[in-house]
């Protein structure tokens, strides 16, 4: 790829090596990483890589390959392999696949996604930052450990159904964990489609107010009211999007909405929404398959509403269903499709410590970890809490805890969600593959297992 060359005209030039059906996926990401531990850098990368892509279609079946190198040469061997990988699986299955074909192309909305700033990717912007989280952590005698990141990512797709697509978004992320000599520990994150937004001195400050004096008291495994950080809320509900909202599961009758949609599932107070232009998200025009994303209700006043679809699950579902735009990979992921963009509206609290105020015993939880699926159907999950949780004694937020397993129903908890903080901020993980927008919930029992 020369520098006059877009990622547009590249993915054209690969459509011209495509043997019948055929989408071209062109992506360039450009970043930049920084990690430290015990307060100083320990590693830094800056990746500049050109990936390009091809879905090849024979009768209903699907072929993948993709090559890093742009010559005319590796892009025509790419194509074949795509094909030849389409033709194999029609001769081995012995009748016609599931994939409708590629989808009418369509013009995407904007979105407000790419920062020039963040599109610099200035090294410098992370020395300063890691430096303002090491300088906070000191005031309180702690030591900082995590990451900061930055990206810019430019996607063109070309089909010969007619779609000429592309978009290019940025994208920072900051993970502060502060901790002291005992090991005790807090944490705190933002993310971001402004990268100089992120502030580092805040991020540790946040993470060091979590790291409590006293030794961690053992707590009683049982059913406890809980207070959920936004980080703690996001990683349930960014699950919760896989068990109850994947349409590929849904139509089997394996998703935790099967039979379900038009009924109550969670409390009056949960309103929950696929929406990739929100502010303060990471927005996205479209999706891996070219189709072009918008706003879903998937739950209202605790009411399921609709599952989200990619080509493949959408033809599957039948009765008139299409894709809602939510393709992983060109073709469809095989485990289906997913909400990336989540944003749970706030409520009335103004902070935790008035959600923690009706709480005469129980857990403020500021992040999980280890979270793993349980029950699909049941969307019964299991995992531990992290980097800051304490008791909630008479309203007040007091002691810190060890840390707990827990072993709990997803939308069980929901139906329980007592109040809803009236901010909320963006929860993604380091690779950024999806985000939540949420606030922090008070829900009337969490289980705990040990």
């Known amino acids: 790829m020369s520098r006059a060359e877009s990622t547009g005209e590249l993915a054209e030039r690969g459509l011209r090596h495509g043997e019948g059906e055929t989408q071209v996926t062109v992506v360039r990401e450009r970043s930049l990483l920084a990690r430290f531990a015990r307060s100083q850098p320990t590693q830094a990368t800056e990746i500049d ?4 892509s091809f879905l090849s279609l024979h ?14 040469d590796a892009l025509a061997a790419a194509a074949r392999r795509a094909a030849a990988a389409a033709r194999a699986a029609a001769r081995a299955a012995g009748a016609p696949g599931d994939y409708p074909g590629l989808p009418e192309p369509a013009e995407p909305s ?26 906070a952590c000191a005031e309180r005698g702690l030591q900082a450990f995590g990451i900061w990141t930055a990206g810019r990512v430019d996607t063109a797709i070309a089909t010969t159904a007619g779609a000429r697509l ?32 992120l502030d580092g001195a805040a991020l540790a400050r946040r993470a060091a107010a979590k790291v409590g004096p006293g030794e961690p008291v053992d707590l009683a495994p049982g059913e406890y009211p809980v207070v959920l950080e936004p980080d703690a809320v996001g990683w349930l509900l960014d699950l919760l999007g896989y068990l109850a909202f994947n349409g590929l599961s849904h139509t089997e009758g394996r998703g935790a909405l099967a039979g379900r949609l038009g009924t109550r599932v969670a409390a009056p107070a949960i309103n929950l929404s696929d929406s990739p232009r929100f502010a303060g998200t990471l ?9 072009s994303k918008a706003p879903i209700p998937l739950i209202q006043d605790g009411v399921a509403h609709a599952v989200v679809h990619d080509s493949r699950s959408a033809a599957h579902a039948g009765d008139g269903a299409r894709s809602t735009g939510h393709a992983l990979v060109p073709g469809g992921a095989p485990y289906g499709p997913h909400p990336t963009n989540l944003v749970l509206i706030g409520g009335g609290a103004a902070d935790e410590h008035e959600l923690a105020a009706p709480i005469e015993r129980g857990l403020y939880v500021t992040r999980l970890w280890y979270v793993n699926v349980v029950h699909e159907k049941s969307t019964l999950l299991t995992g531990m809490t992290r980097d800051g949780t304490y008791l909630i004694e008479d309203g007040r937020i007091t002691r810190p805890v060890k840390d707990l397993r827990f072993t709990q129903s997803m939308l069980e908890a929901l139906s329980g969600t007592e109040a809803v903080g009236s901010g909320s901020k963006l929860q993604a993980s380091g690779e950024l593959f999806g985000c939540s927008r949420v606030p922090a919930l008070r829900l009337r029992a969490f289980t705990f297992s040990s």
């Not at 209903?60 to 005319?72: Q, V």
């Not at 407000?112 to 989280?133: I, K, N, V, Y």
């Not at 927005?283 to 189709?291: H, I, K, S, T």
């Open 49 to 52: 890589d050109v990936t390009v």
């Open 59 to 72: 009768d209903g079946h699907t072929g993948a390959a993709e090559t890093n190198d742009l010559s005319d």
């Open 110 to 135: 904007g979105h407000d996604g790419f920062d020039p700033e963040t599109a610099r990717l200035d090294p410098g912007s992370a020395g300063a930052q890691l430096q303002a989280a090491f300088g």
């Open 166 to 197: 592309r978009e290019e978004v940025t994208d920072g992320y900051m993970k502060v964990i502060a901790r002291d000599e005992a090991g005790r520990s807090g944490w705190a994150a933002d993310a971001t489609s402004a990268s100089g937004q």
């Open 283 to 291: 927005p996205r025009a479209f999706d891996a398959e070219g189709v």
